[in-house]
C-alpha cells in the first residue's frame, strides 16, 4: 500500500512547497514578511517609546539654547511642544531628596507652582 504524500504549502502564501522536508517558505521574501508580520505589534511599541523619547530629548535641549546650564520653563510650555512626561531613559535621586528626570543626557526637576528645571547632565 502506497501513502500519498501530504503537499506542504508555504506559511505565507501558502503555495506549494519544493525541495528540502522542513521546509516552511518558498523564499526569502515570504520568510522575511512571515517573521516582520509576527514582530509587527512589538516593533510598533518599541519604536513609538523611541520616537517619544527622541522628542521629549530635543523638546529639553531646544529649551537649553546658547549654552546655558540651567534653565526654568513651565509645564504648559513643555506640553505645548509636545513633552510626554511619561517617557523618560532614567532618574537620578540627588542628595537633597530631590529626583531629576532625564531623557538621555537632558533631564529635568519638578519645581513648586507646575515648574521646571531643565538641565544637560555633565559628561563623565
Request: proline share 2%; hydrophobic share 25%; aromatic share 12%.
Amino acid at each position: 500500500m502506497l501513502k500519498q504524500q501530504e503537499t506542504k504549502t508555504c506559511q505565507l502564501c501558502e503555495k506549494p512547497l519544493k525541495g528540502r522536508s522542513d521546509k516552511k517558505f518558498c523564499d526569502d521574501y515570504c520568510r522575511s514578511a512571515y517573521n516582520n508580520d509576527l514582530k509587527s505589534a512589538a516593533n510598533n511599541f518599541i519604536r513609538n517609546v523611541n520616537n517619544a523619547l527622541g522628542r521629549n530629548r530635543r523638546i529639553l535641549e531646544s529649551l537649553l539654547a546658547n549654552g546655558e546650564a540651567t534653565v526654568k520653563t513651565n509645564r504648559d510650555k513643555l506640553i505645548d511642544k509636545g513633552f510626554q512626561f511619561k517617557y523618560h531613559t532614567q532618574h537620578y535621586c540627588a542628595k537633597n531628596g530631590k529626583t531629576y528626570f532625564f531623557c538621555y543626557e537632558y533631564g529635568y526637576l519638578p519645581l513648586e507652582n507646575n515648574c521646571f528645571l531643565i538641565v544637560k547632565r555633565k559628561e563623565e
